[in-house]
């Protein structure tokens, strides 16, 4: 009986020696890929409105460019960067466009774009809950442009 068990044991080690990589890898995380230079080394922008669809709830707080301007005005008050007039003296552009989704509810998309090759460096969407009430949409909208702009300032910080 006690060879019995020996061997089950020796058996259940030996099986899981070919699995010791795979579980290795497994735990090993995916090395980050690198966030373009130009994003953290930015000192001046240009916010570019790339359109306000028409959302539906509720028209009530839509305007055809509340989110151009509510976001302009958190990039102007962050004070990170100097705002440019012109693309062309900018050393990125931040291309803000809101949409609705398939389900119904907002989502803000910013595009950071390379103004020399139009190239996008890097994009962040946020979705936004819908409401029924102005008030709530309202509030629901200033939170999901706080989070965009969290995200940028985790992005430009190298850590998002």
């Known amino acids: 009986m006690l060879k019995l068990v020996q061997r089950a044991a020796l058996f259940l080690i030996l099986s899981t020696i070919p699995s010791i990589p795979m579980l290795m890898a497994q735990q090993q995380s995916t090395p980050s890929a690198p966030i373009p230079a ?12 790339g359109g306000d669809d028409d959302w539906t709830i509720p028209h009530q707080i839509h305007t055809p460019t509340l989110t151009y301007n509510q976001f302009y005005a958190d990039i102007k008050s962050w004070g990170k960067f100097e705002l440019m007039s012109s ?48 008030a709530t949409a309202r509030k629901n909208f200033d939170e999901g442009m706080n989070a965009l702009v969290g995200d940028l300032k985790k992005l430009v910080a190298g850590s998002l």
Request: net charge negative.
């Open 38 to 49: 130009q994003i953290p080394a930015a000192k001046k922008v240009f916010v570019s409105n």
């Open 87 to 134: 693309p062309a003296d900018a050393d990125v552009v931040f291309e803000i466009r809101s949409y609705d989704s398939r389900e119904a509810r907002l989502q803000v998309h910013l595009a950071i774009l390379d103004p020399k090759t139009h190239v996008t460096l890097w994009s962040l969407t946020q979705e936004i809950e819908g409401a029924s009430r102005t």
